[in-house]
């Protein structure tokens, strides 16, 4: 089977002007994919590292990154994917967790200091021996320095070096909202069963043009803009960050078929006054997930765009245990994260480790071969990721139907406990988008002294809307909101803030709540 290595060769050959990649700086052709990911090649066979040993590549999203990454796997190299968002506290982690021997990155990156970071790191004694310089998206007038000296371009790296599609790849990190990150291992081989699965439910073509709004090194991204593009030769549009405004020009410029993009991305698409103004002709399928799909806003997705909601369920760990597909009913797309997939022979577990999957509620666990490889070196963090006859479990709670639909109750950490009652934050979120005045809400648990916790909202408002917590519960009571799943806080913010991966950043917010209370006296 070949690498995806080898799949960039073979687009280069076979047709090399065709366009691989498009970015707000550049197009990429699959001759220059190839050529960039050679010349980095190059420069990483140069120094003294072992076939397998790991590399950090700190990128913005474009083309840049994904012809480091290749770059890195035609080394022989692992590449340790961080993500463009990551300050400086989780680069310096993952760096120190991951091992890795070099670093890959722009000599500036955002506001972060990277030649302080490495150094920093070596004085420790980090096995950080390399800082790889690249600049622009590594064109061939693009310089590549290692430790401030300039490399020369030479001969094509040897065949027999790089990775093979079984070995490990990449190892990238949780996208999680607390917490400092763990290092996911992956090898090509999972991608490309899920790639399998995706091309059967999203009906891919050659002719499809690809937009993933996820940054490449989360497990979303790395199928919707590294692997499948790749394995099926077509473009796909990626955006150094993420704004509503600048996706839905892309769509239209780029004629987008497929979108990639979490729950809170195409709200904020719905919420943006240019929606009803673009020519979204050519969208016809929006893969989301990451976090609970909002049904009411997917329907008014479709209807305003004409494309299908898809999605896959699952994590970063465990790939997919379910999915929806184009032909599946549109109330079980919206409704539900789709069916079990019958190779990832999917259980339901309690709190204490016991298959209830008879009963049709628990924590999701699985096998087969959508898996990562665990967690890096990380034995305890691997203790709890699987239970101890080996399923791998999701931090979720779901519910799976006789029929085989799955739908996720919400997180199990992202349950807010009131008075010995599991509240979902995932419900509360949905009923309050439901106001008419409410663009996006995150509901978390404040801590209460009677009931232990109570229910908080975190919202941001449509346009020149105002919003207090009573007329917010007298809309939800006139819904048929159960009364526990009112709110009883409302905070209204201009933006809510979002982890690396895309997903709301709720552990910032549980940590606002506790100071507006602290300062309140409460």
């Not at 490449?216 to 030769?233: I, M, N, Y």
């Not at 305003?304 to 009913?329: C, I, K």
Request: charged share 25%; with cysteine.
């Amino acid at each position: 089977m070949r690498s995806l290595a080898d799949e960039i060769d073979a687009h280069a050959r076979s047709r090399p002007d065709a366009i691989a990649c498009h970015s707000d700086a550049e197009t990429m052709h699959w001759s220059a994919y190839a050529r960039r990911s050679d010349r980095l090649a190059r420069a990483l066979l140069a120094l003294d590292l072992a076939r397998g040993e790991r590399v950090a590549v700190l990128l913005p999203d474009g083309p840049g990154v994904h012809a480091a990454w290749i770059g890195v796997e035609k080394a022989g190299l692992v590449t340790v994917g961080i993500g463009p968002r990551a300050g400086a506290l989780e680069v310096a982690h993952l760096l120190r967790r991951s091992g890795a021997r070099a670093l890959v990155s722009h000599a500036a990156h955002r506001d972060l200091d990277l030649a302080a970071i490495v150094a920093a790191l070596r004085g420790e004694g980090a096995p950080l021996a390399h800082h790889v310089v690249v600049e622009g998206e590594m064109s061939e007038r693009d310089a590549i320095r290692v430790d401030g000296i300039l490399v020369q371009d030479g001969p094509p790296p040897p065949r027999e070096r790089r990775l093979r599609p079984d070995e490990v790849f990449l190892l990238n990190s949780t996208s999680g909202t607390t917490g400092l990150p763990k290092c996911v291992v992956h090898d090509q081989l999972r991608w490309f069963a899920f790639h399998e699965l995706a091309v059967e439910a999203g009906r891919f073509t050659t002719d499809d043009v690809f937009c993933s709004l996820i940054p490449a090194p989360f497990g979303f991204g790395v199928w919707t803009s590294h692997v499948t593009p790749a394995r099926l030769g077509v473009p796909t549009v990626v955006l150094p960050r993420f704004s509503a405004e600048a996706t839905l020009d892309a769509i239209e410029r780029h004629r987008v078929t497929v979108l990639a993009a979490v729950s809170t991305q195409f709200v904020m698409l719905l919420e943006s006054p240019d929606l009803d103004r673009r020519d979204l002709s050519s969208l016809r399928a929006l893969f989301t997930g990451g976090e609970a799909v909002p049904a009411s806003r997917a329907l008014d997705f479709e209807k305003r765009t004409g494309a299908a909601v898809l999605q896959f369920y699952g994590s970063n760990e465990t790939g997919a245990l379910s999915r929806t597909a184009l032909g599946d009913p549109q109330e079980k797309r919206l409704t539900t994260a789709g069916r079990i997939l019958p190779s990832m022979h999917v259980r339901l577990f309690d709190e204490d480790g016991r298959d209830v999957t008879a009963s049709g509620r628990g924590q999701p666990g699985c096998k087969g071969p959508l898996l990562s490889r665990g967690y890096h070196e990380d034995p305890a963090a691997n203790a709890e990721l699987y239970t101890p006859d080996g399923w791998m479990l999701t931090g979720d709670i779901a519910e799976i139907d006789a029929e085989g639909w799955l739908r996720v109750v919400g997180r199990r950490a992202d349950f807010i406990i009131r008075g010995g009652k599991n509240v979902s934050a995932a419900a509360v979120e949905e009923a309050v988008c439901t106001h008419p005045d409410v663009a996006l809400a995150a509901a978390v648990a404040m801590p209460d002294p009677i009931f232990g916790e109570r229910v908080c909202v975190y919202a941001t408002l449509r346009p020149g809307r105002t919003l207090a917590l009573a007329p917010l519960v007298a809309h939800l009571r006139a819904h048929g909101v159960s009364p526990e799943t009112l709110p009883e806080r409302l905070v209204v913010v201009g933006e809510l803030p979002r982890a690396s991966g895309g997903k709301l950043a709720k552990q910032l917010l549980r940590e606002d709540i506790r100071r507006r209370l602290a300062e309140e006296g409460a």
